[in-house]
């Protein structure tokens, strides 16, 4: 008998794990990349438009038309597609002029949850609604080309059970302390406080308009982009 020859089913198994060992030194097969086409997803409501644009990881939400319930309603898909596509920098633009208090604080308790900046949309006004939503950005962004956004303090309408139909403002106790609350949990107490006394300041002839540079001063905008 050869003393080098080895019987079959030794080879099999010395075979085998010569495979295993080659296969264990193989390189790692490389990491996928985030897929860098453009993708746009378009969800209709009432009164507006939310606009989901996807590159790579960054996400661009874009609102446009009223901030009202059914806004709040329908947000939950587009958030949830950019959750989906693991986007790592969010960012909401608003281009919504009109609007409801309250249902604007819920949907800015959504985005400030979700770590989103946000951006008021080149040569737009962003009324008292549209500025909560703005607030609660985690960077605050005001475009100053082509043309400059604006912040607009606008008046907030008396609840339905309260007040006089008066053009002054006249805030009820909860409306008090509702938006100080959620100002102070957005912005730096100093912001918090000057925005709260220019809603309280607001009447029904002609709203304080802030361009980009005295947002800026004021603390409620981070940056002008």
């Keep these: 008998m050869n003393p080098l020859r080895i019987p079959a089913h030794l080879r099999l198994t010395l075979l085998g794990l010569a495979a295993l060992l080659g296969a264990c030194a193989s390189p790692p097969p490389a990491r996928q990349e985030a897929p860098t086409t453009p993708s746009t997803q378009v969800f209709r409501y009432t009164g507006g438009l939310l606009t989901v644009k996807t590159q790579g990881t960054t996400c661009l939400l874009e609102l446009k038309g009223e901030i009202q319930a059914a806004t709040v309603r329908q947000m939950t898909a587009p958030l949830q597609a950019i959750e989906q596509a693991g986007c790592t920098h969010k960012t909401l633009a608003l281009d919504a002029t009109q609007g409801v208090l309250g249902d604007a604080i819920t949907l800015g308790s959504m985005i400030r949850n979700r770590g989103y900046n946000t951006q008021v949309a080149?040569?737009?006004?962003?009324?008292?609604?549209?500025?909560?939503?703005?607030?609660?950005?985690?960077?605050?962004?005001?475009?100053?080309?082509?043309?400059?956004?604006?912040?607009?303090?606008?008046?907030?309408?008396?609840?339905?059970?309260?007040?006089?139909?008066?053009?002054?403002?006249?805030?009820?106790?909860?409306?008090?302390?509702?938006?100080l609350r959620y100002l102070r949990a957005m912005l730096p107490p100093p912001t918090a406080l000057a925005v709260y006394q220019k809603l309280e300041a607001a009447n029904c002839r002609s709203p304080d308009v802030y361009g980009p540079q005295e947002a800026l001063a004021m603390g409620l905008a981070t940056a002008v982009r």
Excluded: K, Y
């Design 122 to 179: 080149p040569g737009a006004t962003c009324n008292t609604p549209c500025m909560m939503v703005f607030a609660a950005g985690t960077e605050r962004w005001l475009p100053a080309e082509p043309v400059p956004a604006r912040i607009a303090f606008s008046q907030i309408p008396p609840d339905a059970d309260f007040g006089r139909h008066v053009c002054e403002t006249e805030l009820s106790r909860g409306q008090q302390l509702t938006l």
